[in-house]
């Protein structure tokens, strides 16, 4: 994608018909709904994932703890946290998988996404949602039927904001007459990748979005949605998907079957990523939630055998401040 061709991020992760593997924070094996995220352990792993190669460190945005949904997701605030990765890395793209908008103010999106993109030095990819977790919506005292609304809405007004100097913008809940929200992305876009449908069509988020974040599911049925993908968008696109492993210790130790993804070998595992870059897939996140062995010891597997497999594009070191 050629508005895209200079942002550091995007262009590690992305390449047509290639895969890259990120790792999805937590970097540690848990079970229940909170990991313990001990910051100093977070980021060891997070310089030595970037160390082995993988293209991108991804935090998920959970605004409310839902003891009914089984799992906090993101401990942190993804800005937040995701800064302090950038402040320990130095080349590895950050990522949201995603940002709840439709709980989020635009204005104070737009800032803290361009913020973080312009500390990192131009390495966030920025994943946005219209937010999964039913208590969320009355406690924000939003209208979950108009979530759909307020997923375009913010999409179209973050995208303004970041373009343009002293926007006027009306809509909704937003009369913007004077003022700014500064600062604006050295290329003056982030690039944004919707999640699931967020209550849109594949038709509007082929038009309005700069790639697409699926769930995992079998290969037959990703590879047609990928061919439905690509067959609405005129320029690459990218198409990306989680992944949960448990990786056995034994190399050639078949699958099983666990939420959103497997139990396996490495020799399994290298076998089904290169089926779904065949079909595809552009990049793949792992997690390691329920996994038997330590996060370090699968993290140090991955490095050495399979990452060098599906390696990053065009790297280039960065430097955060004066590191």
């Not at 977070?42 to 030595?48: D, G, P, R, T, W």
Request: hydrophobic residues 40%.
């Amino acid at each position: 994608m050629a508005k895209f061709q200079e942002h550091k991020g995007f262009k590690r992760m992305f390449k047509e018909d290639k895969l890259t593997l990120g790792l999805g924070f937590p970097l540690e094996a848990y079970t229940g709904s909170f990991p313990e995220m001990n910051l100093n352990e977070q980021m060891k792993l997070a310089k030595e994932a970037e160390d082995y190669g993988f293209a991108a460190l991804t935090v998920r945005d959970a605004p409310l703890y839902d003891p009914n949904f089984g799992d906090v997701g993101g401990l942190y605030d993804p800005f937040m946290f995701l800064t302090y990765a950038a402040a320990h890395t130095k080349s590895i793209a950050l990522t949201t998988g995603s940002i709840v908008t439709t709980l989020r103010h635009p204005f104070h999106t737009a800032k803290s996404a361009a913020t973080l993109d312009s500390i990192s030095g131009q390495r966030f990819i920025m994943g946005v949602a219209t937010g999964d977790r039913q208590i969320e919506f009355p406690a924000f005292k939003v209208d979950r039927d108009n979530k759909g609304e307020l997923f375009r809405e913010s999409l179209d007004v973050m995208k303004q904001l970041w373009a343009e100097k002293f926007p006027v913008i009306q809509t909704e809940r937003i009369n913007l007459t004077e003022g700014d929200v500064v600062p604006k992305p050295d290329f003056g876009i982030i690039p944004v990748f919707g999640t699931g449908y967020s209550s849109q069509t594949i038709e509007w988020l082929a038009e309005h979005t700069d790639g697409w974040m699926f769930y995992p599911q079998k290969l037959e049925g990703q590879k047609a949605l990928i061919n439905k993908w690509r067959g609405l968008t005129e320029e690459f696109k990218p198409f990306t998907q989680p992944l949960m492993i448990d990786l056995s210790e034994r190399a050639n130790e078949a699958p099983k079957t666990i939420d959103i993804g497997f139990r396996a070998g490495r020799n399994f595992l290298v076998d089904y990523l290169n089926a779904y870059q065949e079909a595809g897939v552009n990049h793949i996140s792992i997690g390691f939630k329920d996994s038997r062995r330590p996060a370090a010891e699968v993290i140090q597997e991955l490095g050495e055998f399979v990452v060098p497999k599906f390696p990053v594009h065009r790297e280039q070191k960065f430097t955060f401040f004066n590191q």
